[in-house]
Antibody, heavy 118, light 108 residues
Framework: EVQLVQSGAEVKKPGESLKISCKGS????????IGWVRQTPGRGLEWMGI????????TYNPSFEGQVTISADKSISTAYLQWSSLKASDTAMYYC???????????WGQGTLVTVSS | EIVLTQSPGTLSLSPGERATLSCRASQSVTSNYLAWYQQKPGRAPRLLIYGISSRATGIPDRFSGSGSGTDFTLTISRLEPEDFAVYYCQQYGTSPNTFGQGTKLEIK
């Protein structure tokens, strides 16, 4: 069974750093894209960016470029989303999802809730 | 970026009825790369339809997608109790990929 399992919920203060993870199993991790999606009540679902673990080629949504870093370690089948300095506006649910060439996101991870509050 | 506008925002129907959800794109969707997802409270989105009209694995045939260019439709032919959820369209042909704002399908 193809599965993406994300790391647990986080509560952080503004200015702190954070790295959340997404571990794939049941398929050849390196040869499928992994994307990240932010969900908030006010802005809905937002595509943040995507990485190809085989060569770490990454494409960002311009709205998120410079605000987050997407990376992957194919040796442990894990992708990451990280912030160097969190803001309250980063409070959201974050999902990772797998994407094959020419296909949409399927499946999705269970989500990681990030809360940033002083 | 391509803006997707879904309508209606909320749709109130009864089990057994037919649901028709709309998704309109601000420009033509590349390569027919238009998908629909279902999301239930506290759960991640689940892929229903890809390539405008192809059902994902395990999706019942009461779900169907249609359309072309900039206008797309998700139809649920006969609503089951488990179909009441929020539905999103997504275009995945042009970067950045974008989602519609969602249609909430609620029980009347």
């Amino acid at each position: 069974e193809v599965q993406l399992v994300q790391s647990g919920a986080e509560v952080k203060k503004p200015g702190e750093s954070l790295k959340i993870s997404c571990k794939g199993s049941g398929y050849s991790f390196a040869t499928y894209w992994i994307g990240w999606v932010r969900q908030t009540p006010g802005r809905g679902l937002e595509w943040m960016g995507i990485i190809y673990p085989a060569d770490s080629h990454t494409t960002y949504n311009p709205s998120f470029e410079g605000q987050v870093t997407i990376s992957a370690d194919k040796s442990i089948s894990t992708a990451y989303l990280q912030w160097s300095s969190l803001k309250a506006s980063d409070t959201a649910m974050y999902y990772c999802a797998r994407r094959a060439r020419g296909s949409p996101f399927d499946p999705w991870g269970q989500g990681t809730l990030v809360t940033v509050s002083s | 970026e391509i803006v997707l506008t879904q309508s209606p925002g909320t749709l109130s129907l009864s089990p057994g009825e037919r649901a028709t959800l709309s998704c309109r794109a601000s420009q033509s969707v590349t390569s027919n790369y238009l998908a629909w997802y279902q999301q239930k409270p506290g759960r991640a989105p689940r892929l229903l339809i890809y390539g405008i009209s192809s059902r994902a694995t395990g999706i019942p045939d009461r779900f169907s997608g249609s359309g072309s260019g900039t206008d797309f439709t998700l139809t649920i032919s006969r609503l089951e109790p488990e179909d009441f959820a929020v539905y999103y369209c997504q275009q995945y042909g042009t970067s950045p990929n974008t989602f519609g704002q969602g249609t909430k399908l609620e029980i009347k």
